[in-house]
């Protein structure tokens, strides 16, 4: 079992890092919160984190610098010095690598750009759930980062399979049968793989099931809808992905409880965003272990103050 207060300690840490992204933070700042020796909070915190403490600082820095990017009119060379980049080219540098595409690309771009921001999984969620009755932990366990993209979806249609009162996918399959992926995967010209949704009030067919299954088509779509299926239209929104590490397809149940738990207690407004449920119903992948399990969720950007 894991040592409370080395747990706390990298919590520490993690706070201390959140407060001051935007200045320069020390080894020795960190060991100070951490209050061991600054080798020893470094170690503790790759270990328990999974990155060494300055890449984790880098790759929230750049996610937060990407949003920022994402208001009209301001400069890159400001963004880079308020997250503590030397320089301008410096920046461009580490941009590029961590998105694959330059800051000056992106926002020339940035209604097409798929952000793929470094959502940290903090130790405080974890040991608050050690709390709450896990006995053991093992040596090597380490928090496994989840991946947030945020993505534009444009106006599309959806055809989808309502059930009666399913909330998840097992009541889904006992209401209306294991068949409905395959039709679905068998719709023409449909934008991306099936998958299986939580319809809000606004899109949910009147004494119809919160959970269902569908495929998107393009907006211009005019084929035939298979039978006792329905086809509606979604509007452009954005959409959060949440993203697990791959996981062994035997423990799949647990792969979706763990993606939970971290959106359960993740606030979008810390990168700029705004849950927006009634933009879009919310929708999950089939679980494969070589991906890691998948979840989306609408969103919507918050306004300047």
Known sequence: MESWEKIKAVQRMQDYIDQHITEVITLRSLADVARYS?????RIFKEMTGKPPFEYIRALRLSHAALKLQDDGVKIVNVAFDFVFDSHEGFTRAFSKHFGMTPQFYCKNKNDALLKLFIPNY???????????ANSMSENTKLNTVFVQVIERPARKLILKHGIKATHYFEYCEEVGCDVWKVLSNVKEASYEPIGMWMPDNLRKQNTSVYAQGVEVPVDYVEEVPEGYDMIELAPCKMMVFQGPPFEES??????SELWEVMKTYNPEVY???????????????PMGYRGYIEARPVRQLSAK
């Open 38 to 42: 600054p080798w020893h909070s470094a």
């Open 123 to 133: 130790v405080r969620d974890y040991y608050l759930t050690l709390q709450k009755g």
């Open 251 to 256: 423990k799949f149940g647990e792969a979706i």
């Open 272 to 286: 700029g965003f705004e849950w927006a449920d009634q933009d879009g119903p919310r929708f999950q992948l089939i």
